[in-house]
């Protein structure tokens, strides 16, 4: 019997394979047409401004919003299942890293950012193109 585009308790896609935990189908109904807004709109500019900057101090404002922008919207896709509200990006991002164990590195990693801004490139490459999508 084939799977439905929906994704199984056991977390498969519809053709049995496992299904990332940023897959869309694992994103309530709901926050779909958020998630594929920010993958279309805001990462491609994220990305063409990380290729434009031209000193330590536009990384510095390109990293603090990237990481306070991801990690808000991290805990608003775990917000329901959790049911409270925190504005703290520490705890913001504690929340979703209990939903998502495999990405919680990440998270805070995006929260510490949100807090004290790097220019590392690196670290902004892997927030805006392995935890944005």
Not at 4 to 16: M, N, S, Y
Not at 31 to 45: E, G, S, W
């Amino acid at each position: 019997m084939r799977h439905t585009a929906e994704v199984h308790p056991a977390g498969l896609d519809e053709d049995g394979f496992i299904a990332r935990e940023g897959d869309l189908t694992r994103v309530p109904e709901a926050f779909r047409p958020v998630v594929q807004a920010a993958k279309t709109d805001i990462l491609p500019r994220w990305r063409d401004r990380l290729s434009a900057a031209p000193t330590d101090a536009s990384l510095c404002a390109l990293s603090r919003g990237v990481g306070r922008r991801l990690t808000r919207t991290g805990f608003t896709l775990v917000m329901p299942r959790w049911g409270g509200w925190t504005s703290d990006l520490a705890e913001s991002a504690a929340v979703f890293g209990r939903y998502y164990p495999a990405r919680a590195d990440q998270m805070n990693t995006a929260a510490a950012i949100g807090r004290t801004p790097t220019a590392d490139r690196a670290i902004l490459s892997m927030l805006i193109d392995d935890l944005g999508p």
